[in-house]
């Protein structure tokens, strides 16, 4: 039976803790593009830990709370990332306690064998001063649930890219091993990794992380656009809308106007949308 929209809103979620080490972010920076141009200065700074700029997005990955919505009775191995907004204060600082608190904003039931949208909001902040680092607001769709009801209040939606053609183009090669690296920033789940579990759940072999593809997504803005270093970036939002393979290339498509750039990802070889309604701000 399908929890209840107004449980999961109640439910309570543990807060999360972690110090960032510059091992850990190097890891994740090779993990999302950057270090692919070793000898270029834009490419070193994040992965070198001499003077070292953690990725923008870094945040994404740092003191996070894993699957705590398995606690609650949703079919967890058919739960999948639906859509992602994140809002960078600052870069992550390294060595330093950081902690992740996080609450449920509302619950966008489809009815019964239809699924469920839960997004949640988590913001990192440094525990000593509570200097807030980003905020991170994540919709997962249960697509195993649905008919426990709606609870809360949706986000506004995301905007369509315009109707022209993009400004800049990107090709990124996904190594095969991409997700194998991805992994090791702490997503361990099985999809990613194990073809039985990616069987199971309806897909040919492992897909790549959602987060490692919009970690990607924000290194090729960052590299396409004429407003700076790719550090400036102060908020990166998307929707998934196919999972990506590792060995495919990802197509990033921006659209500039100023500092608002709108973005979408395509699975090349396929011409499949895999990131959609993408919208980056640069300051």
């Known amino acids: 039976m399908s929890p209840s929209g107004e449980a999961i809103l109640a439910h309570p979620i543990a807060d999360a803790r972690q110090s960032v080490s510059a091992a850990q972010a190097i890891l994740y920076a090779l993990s999302v593009g950057y270090g692919s141009q070793p000898l270029?200065?834009?490419?070193?700074?994040?992965?070198?830990?001499?003077?070292?700029?953690?990725?923008?997005?870094?945040?994404?990955?740092?003191?996070?709370?894993g699957p705590w919505m398995?606690?609650?009775?949703?079919?967890?191995?058919?739960?999948?990332?639906?859509e992602h907004r994140l809002t960078i204060n600052r870069p992550v600082p390294l060595d330093t306690p950081l902690i992740s608190r996080a609450r449920t904003l509302c619950v966008v039931d489809r009815g019964v064998g239809k699924g469920l949208?839960?997004?949640?909001?988590?913001?990192?902040?440094?525990?000593?001063?509570?200097?807030?680092?980003?905020?991170i607001v994540q919709t997962?769709?249960?697509?195993?649930?649905?008919?426990?009801?709606?609870?809360?209040?949706?986000?506004?939606?995301?905007?369509?890219?315009?109707?022209?053609?993009?400004?800049?183009?990107?090709?990124?090669p996904i190594p095969e091993s991409a997700a194998l690296l991805y992994r090791l920033n702490g997503d361990l789940n099985p999809l990613h990794i194990d073809p039985d579990a990616a069987a199971r759940v309806g897909y040919p072999r492992p897909i790549l992380h959602g987060l490692?593809?919009?970690?990607?997504?924000?290194?090729?803005?960052?590299?396409?656009?004429?407003?700076?270093?790719?550090?400036?970036?102060?908020?990166?939002?998307?929707r998934f809308s196919a999972p990506v393979y590792?060995?495919?290339?990802?197509?990033?498509?921006?659209?500039?106007?100023?500092?608002?750039?709108?973005?979408?990802?395509?699975?090349?070889?396929?011409?499949?949308?895999?990131?959609?309604?993408?919208?980056?701000?640069?300051?």
């Open 70 to 82: 398995r606690t609650f009775g949703v079919d967890w191995p058919r739960v999948v990332h639906a």
């Open 117 to 135: 949208f839960v997004t949640f909001e988590r913001v990192v902040a440094v525990a000593g001063t509570g200097e807030r680092v980003a905020t």
């Open 212 to 238: 490692c593809t919009f970690g990607l997504a924000g290194y090729a803005i960052g590299h396409l656009t004429e407003f700076g270093r790719p550090s400036r970036l102060s908020f990166l939002a998307a």
């Open 40 to 65: 270029d200065p834009a490419h070193l700074r994040h992965v070198y830990e001499q003077g070292l700029e953690p990725a923008p997005t870094l945040a994404n990955v740092v003191a996070h709370h």
């Open 140 to 172: 997962n769709a249960c697509r195993g649930d649905g008919g426990g009801g709606s609870a809360g209040a949706a986000p506004d939606p995301l905007e369509a890219v315009p109707d022209r053609g993009p400004d800049a183009v990107l090709d990124l």
């Open 246 to 283: 590792p060995g495919e290339h990802l197509r990033i498509e921006i659209w500039i106007s100023g500092g608002d750039v709108r973005f979408r990802c395509m699975a090349r070889e396929r011409g499949v949308r895999v990131l959609d309604h993408g919208h980056a701000k640069i300051i």
